[in-house]
């Protein structure tokens, strides 16, 4: 608590606030002495804002955007992707499901049974046809997005070098 009593003032140590700090290469201006300070006032003190950075700093920044250039992405184009998340969950059923239906795992009875019945077993092998219908699918999304994007950078590479005549 302060001294007056008042809970809503905060506590002071009778020193005023610090001087802003300065961005770039200046050095800070030295404290004030305490004895030199002002008393606190009631109000909050004022912040001064903050200077823009050095014009030294951006241009060191952009020397070194132009030193580096940055690399070319390798990341496939959303359509790629996109194509390949269409493509692939149907071909993922269609490759779990049939073996599943001929060997006699996914048939007609055990489709009712998940419906109808009523202990907690009964959801086993959907479970097990979704997990592996979830593992195929993202094989195949990940073989389609890298040879995809493999075949799409081998085109631009092709593109880019003059034919030999």
């Known amino acids: 608590m302060s001294s007056t009593g008042d809970p809503r003032r905060p506590v002071s140590s009778g020193t005023g606030a610090p001087p802003p700090r300065r961005s770039g290469g200046a050095a800070p201006a030295p404290a004030t ?3 030199a300070a002002p008393a606190p006032s009631r109000r909050a003190p004022v912040v001064a804002p903050q200077e823009p950075p050095a014009p030294a700093d951006s241009s060191r920044r952009a020397r070194r ?3 580096a250039p940055k690399p070319a992405s390798r990341k496939p184009p959303i359509w790629l992707r996109v194509v390949a998340w269409v493509v692939a969950v149907p071909l993922g059923l269609v490759l779990v499901g049939i073996p599943a239906r001929k060997a006699g795992y996914l048939d007609s009875q055990k489709l009712l049974d998940i419906v109808i019945g009523r202990d907690s077993g009964r959801y086993v092998p959907l479970l097990v046809i979704v ?3 979830a593992l195929v699918t ?3 999304v990940q073989m389609i997005v890298e040879g995809g994007g493999w075949l ?3 085109r631009r590479a092709r593109k880019g070098t003059p034919a030999s005549v």
């Open 152 to 154: 799409l950078r081998r």
């Open 131 to 133: 997990l592996l219908w």
């Open 65 to 67: 955007e132009q030193a």
């Open 33 to 35: 002495p305490a004895a």
């Open 138 to 140: 993202a094989i195949l």
